[in-house]
Nanobody, 124 residues
Framework: QVQLVESGGGLVQPGGSLRLSCAAS????????LGWFRQAPGKEREFVAA????????YYADSVKGRFTISRDNAKNTMYLQMNALKPEDTAVYYC?????????????????WGQGTQVTVSS
C-alpha cells in the first residue's frame, strides 16, 4: 500500500506562484511513475503533468506547459509541482498519483494510488 499526501496549496493572486509537494510512503518510490492531476468545480479531472521513474522524462498538459515544472527527489520520497504565472483557470483541487507498473502516462485510470488533494485558488 502506498500513501500519498499533498501539501502546499492555498490562495494566490493571478501571476503568482505556488509549490506543491507530494510525500509518499514506502521504499519503492523511485520505481514509480508519478503524475499531477486537477479537478475544478463542475469539471472532470484533468491531467497536469507526469514524471518518469528516473525523473529525466517529463510530460505536460498544453495548458500548463512553460508555466509549471514537475520534479521529484527520490531520496526524500517526494514529488513537486512548481506553478508560476498562475491564472484563475488554474483554480482546482490538485491530486498527485503514483503508477507502480508500466510507463509514464497522462491517463488517470492507469494510476494505482492517489492522494487526498490540495486546494489551489487563484483570485484577486
Amino acid at each position: 500500500q502506498v500513501q500519498l499526501v499533498e501539501s502546499g496549496g492555498g490562495l494566490v493572486q493571478p501571476g503568482g506562484s505556488l509549490r506543491l509537494s507530494c510525500a509518499a510512503s514506502g521504499r519503492a518510490f523511485s520505481t514509480y511513475n508519478l503524475g499531477w492531476f486537477r479537478q475544478a468545480p463542475g469539471k472532470e479531472r484533468e491531467f497536469v503533468a507526469a514524471i518518469s521513474q528516473s525523473r529525466y522524462n517529463t510530460y505536460y498538459a498544453d495548458s500548463v506547459k512553460g508555466r509549471f515544472t514537475i520534479s521529484r527527489d527520490n531520496a526524500k520520497n517526494t514529488m513537486y509541482l512548481q506553478m508560476n504565472a498562475l491564472k484563475p483557470e488554474d483554480t482546482a483541487v490538485y491530486y498527485c498519483a503514483a503508477r507502480t507498473t508500466g510507463t509514464m502516462t497522462n491517463i488517470g485510470r492507469r494510476y494505482d494510488y492517489w492522494g487526498q488533494g490540495t486546494q489551489v485558488t487563484v483570485s484577486s
